[in-house]
């Protein structure tokens, strides 16, 4: 049963992996190998990957399909898991491809009275203790443990050997690292970071980063509060307090990647040619300028360069 309480506009839709003999996943990276493996032990086939880098993979039996930026990208019928681990681009791909969602589940993973939303896997030797409710499109990776009646909110992601104890709220998009432990009745805000083997003790404030034995901020990358300078300019500038910060977040989606930061940004820039950006890092970039400024730069159709993202955020602030 989904979690209302911590599901936040996403389509309703999941479905019962035991109703059907196969789930369709989106993205073909480390994580999937890992899910790919916990859909054969629930005795369940990958009926294919679709990712954007199709022709460039190799899987053993399992048809590598065309992305959301391909032309002959086909939504898929049938239950489908978001094999990314990025958050913020799990989440975006997750609200674009709708479902039916399915949920993966390793059989030695040990769960006692809980609910766990639809999109969400759970890895080997996970423990999730009783009245605790996970939200949609989670990960509770290898080994973790969460102790009873913790709320864990969408796209959230459990690293292998975190430990949760009672009554822990986890805000939606956050990340614990491997091996953290957040003690009793704390509440850990939305789009946070705690930091490899953390002992947190005190609460998290939303888009804060914690690290180290007590988890001190060291960190807080509030993207919904920054307002953009006001200014005046025709839309075929681009204003520079607008193009500094749009320069910021699409390095943080490149780092985030392991690819190389560009020093700047013209208007003509191809999103997929210059900036090498497939549609797991487009997913993130719509995230984040979301965030920042409050537009959906996807919403009337792909967006292929920089120029026609920033026309779209200057037409805002008119």
């Not at 032990?41 to 679709?50: A, N, Y």
């Not at 509440?187 to 690290?211: E, L, N, Q, S």
């Amino acid at each position: 049963m989904r979690n209302t309480d911590s599901i936040t506009n996403l389509p309703d839709q999941e479905c019962n992996p035991r109703e059907v003999q196969g789930i369709w996943l989106y993205g073909a990276g480390g994580h999937n190998s890992v899910v790919i493996s916990i859909i054969r032990k629930m005795g369940l086939e990958p009926l294919g990957v679709f990712d954007d880098r199709h022709e460039e993979l190799k899987a053993a039996g399992i048809p590598i399909l065309p992305g959301i930026l391909d032309p002959e990208f086909r939504r898929p019928s049938g239950p489908l898991i978001v094999t990314v681990g990025n958050n913020l681009a799990r989440k975006a791909l997750a609200t674009d491809l709708q479902g039916p969602f399915a949920t993966a589940i390793h059989p030695s993973a040990l769960i006692t009275e809980s609910t766990i939303g639809p999109g969400s896997v759970v890895m080997q030797g996970a423990i999730v203790q009783t009245r605790t409710r996970i939200g949609g499109h989670a990960i509770i990776n290898t080994a973790a443990s969460i102790d009873h009646e913790n709320l864990i909110d969408d796209f959230v992601h459990i690293s292998p050997n975190a430990t949760l104890s009672g009554n822990v709220h986890v805000g939606e998009g956050s990340w614990v690292g491997a091996g953290a432990t957040v003690i009793q009745g704390i509440r850990i805000g939305k789009w946070a970071m705690v930091g490899a083997g953390a002992v947190v003790i005190r609460d998290v404030p939303d888009f804060a980063t914690v690290v180290g034995n007590p988890a001190r901020v060291i960190k807080i990358t509030n993207l919904e509060s920054r307002v953009l300078d006001d200014y005046e300019s025709s839309l075929l500038s681009m204003p520079p307090r607008l193009k500094s910060n749009l320069l910021l977040i699409v390095n943080q989606v490149l780092n985030n990647s392991g690819k190389e930061p560009v020093r700047d940004l013209g208007r003509e820039s191809s999103l997929q040619r210059d900036l090498g950006f497939d549609s797991v890092e487009l997913a993130e970039l719509t995230v984040r300028i979301e965030a920042e400024f409050g537009v959906d730069i996807f919403a009337d159709g792909i967006v292929r360069t920089v120029g026609e993202i920033v026309d779209k955020l200057v037409k805002k602030d008119e």
